[in-house]
Every structure is written in structure tokens, then in C-alpha cells.
């Protein structure tokens, strides 16, 4: 049976209702429906002028990034668009499940190469099964893993078990409880590519959107950003990293192109390396 993602979230809405699907709801019950709904082939098409994609719709959230494609950040996908060739080489930090990268490789061709780095394991396995429904394997290499300016392992709370979901790492969840506590690995962007290059192709272009540490993870790609090849970037930044994060661009040879605000006190940073 394939049940729509309109079906599927009809029939959460329902099972939400029936179990008093809040915190004191029939979890056995609530984990059953999970099960079933989770079970099923659900998936949406996404309609681009550059040809369709599918991503997996097995949340709520799922979706809401369907269905807001095109609205929640058109400069994203004009970056992209304007950017992206079939010579590009493009690092996805905080993948989520892959928007982002799919319409990557659609832009890109055969020839485009992309790195997804998603370190919260509900995520990183739609992550998976995206890349595998749109065939894409030989254009996009997941991660499971955070980078930042060090190597170590760490704790990492998630604020959601729900694929799709954001807000995971510990400064988003410093005064709430969150579902759960997972390990991750971390390392810097620029040991991976020093230690690595087999693996990991020199960037092109680099978007980084990680709730939070975002100049962790510039601190850790310095060298990587001094690079001739690498000369687009898109960051998140929120007020207290900007001016941080805007001055260690600012070093490497980039020019702040544009901003946009997608919330109070945070915006999304175009950089270009003339």
C-alpha cells in the first residue's frame, strides 16, 4: 500500500486525536501508528524547472519543507541557480534530510559532486534514503557527522525525533529537555580534507546552516577557505557570531554579496570570492 503524504498526516492528525497525542498520550498506541505510517512508501514530488525530485514525507515537518520549497528561502535556491555548475563541488553543513543538495545535483548535472554533513541520526537516515530514491549516489556522499573547530566526540541533544526536524546541538537546547541525548563525532573541515583527500574533493562552494555553531565551524575551515577553488559560501548567522564569522570570510578574500533576514537577529549570508 502507498499512501499520499496528504493521507499520512491526515492519519497522524487522527491518531494524535484518538490517543491524546501529547506527553501524556497511549504511547504504545502512538508508537504503533508511528510504525505503520513510518512504514509506507510516502514520498512527495517536488515540480523545478530544472526537472522533479522526490523527498520522503514521514513527518509532519517533512512536509512543511515541501510544501515551503519554494517560499522559505528563494535566495538559497537562486544562489544555487546562479552558481551551481556541472564543475561544482558543493558542501552541504547541516543537511538536514537534503533539500538543498537534491536541487543541487539537478542544477549540476552528472558531473556535480556534493558532501552532506548531517550529524542527528533521525535525519541522517531520510538524508540516506532521498539521495537513494532520486538515484543520486554517485553525486552526493552523506556523512553522519558535525564538523567544528576540533576533534572529539560529544554529546548532542535533539529537540525533536521527528525526521526533518531542527534545533538539534546544545546551545538550542540549554533550558529544555530534550528527546534525546545522541553521541556525534567532530572534526574540522580543514583536517578532513588534509587527512582525507581521497575522499573528500576540494570545495567549490560551502553552505553551513547548523543552529548555532556556525563560527565553530568557520574557525575549523580556515585553510579550506583560503583556497582558490573555493570562492561561494552561504551562512547562517545569527547576531552574536556575525561580526566573527563576517571577519574570518573577510580574510580568506571573500565579499559580503547579500543578506537576508530569515528571522529577528538571524539572517542568511551570501559570500563571494572574486
Known amino acids: 500500500m502507498h499512501l499520499t503524504a496528504f493521507t499520512k498526516s491526515a492519519l497522524g492528525s487522527v491518531f494524535s486525536r484518538i490517543t491524546n497525542c501529547g506527553v501524556s498520550g497511549n504511547k504504545r498506541l502512538r508508537r504503533v501508528m508511528a510504525h505503520i505510517v513510518a512504514s509506507e512508501d510516502c514520498r512527495a514530488k517536488v515540480e523545478t524547472a530544472h526537472g522533479p525530485f522526490s523527498l520522503r ?14 517560499s522559505k528561502e528563494p535566495e538559497t535556491l537562486r544562489w544555487i541557480e546562479e552558481t551551481i555548475t556541472g564543475q561544482s563541488v558543493f558542501y552541504d553543513v547541516g543537511a538536514n534530510v537534503g533539500l538543498y543538495s537534491l536541487y543541487a545535483s539537478l542544477v549540476g548535472g552528472k558531473d556535480f559532486r556534493a558532501y552532506c554533513f548531517e550529524p542527528a541520526g533521525t535525519n541522517f537516515r531520510n538524508l540516506c534514503r532521498n539521495i537513494d530514491d532520486n538515484d543520486f549516489g554517485d553525486l552526493i556522499s552523506p556523512f553522519p557527522m558535525a564538523l567544528s573547530n576540533q576533534i572529539g566526540v560529544i554529546n548532542f541533544p535533539l529537540s525533536d525525533m521527528a525526521p526533518g ?12 529537555k530534550p528527546a534525546l541525548v545522541q553521541g556525534a563525532v567532530v572534526m574540522p573541515l580543514d583536517y578532513l580534507l588534509q587527512e582525507h ?33 573555493l570562492r561561494h559560501v552561504l551562512v547562517e548567522t545569527e547576531e552574536h ?5 563576517t571577519d574570518i570570510l573577510i580574510e580568506a578574500g571573500f565579499s559580503l554579496k547579500e543578506k537576508f533576514q530569515q528571522a529577528p537577529q538571524i539572517h542568511n549570508c551570501i559570500f563571494e570570492k572574486n
Open 57 to 70: 514525507t514521514t513527518s509532519e515537518i517533512e512536509c512543511y519543507r515541501v510544501d515551503t520549497f519554494f
Open 241 to 245: 557570531n556575525n561580526r566573527a564569522i
Open 197 to 229: 583527500p581521497a575522499v573528500f574533493a576540494p570545495p567549490t562552494h560551502l553552505k553551513i546552516d547548523v543552529d548555532g555553531p556556525e563560527l565553530e565551524i568557520i574557525e575549523g575551515a580556515r585553510e579550506t577557505l583560503r583556497q582558490p577553488s
Open 165 to 176: 526536524s531542527a534545533l538539534h546541538g546544545e546551545a538550542q537546547n540549554q533550558d529544555r
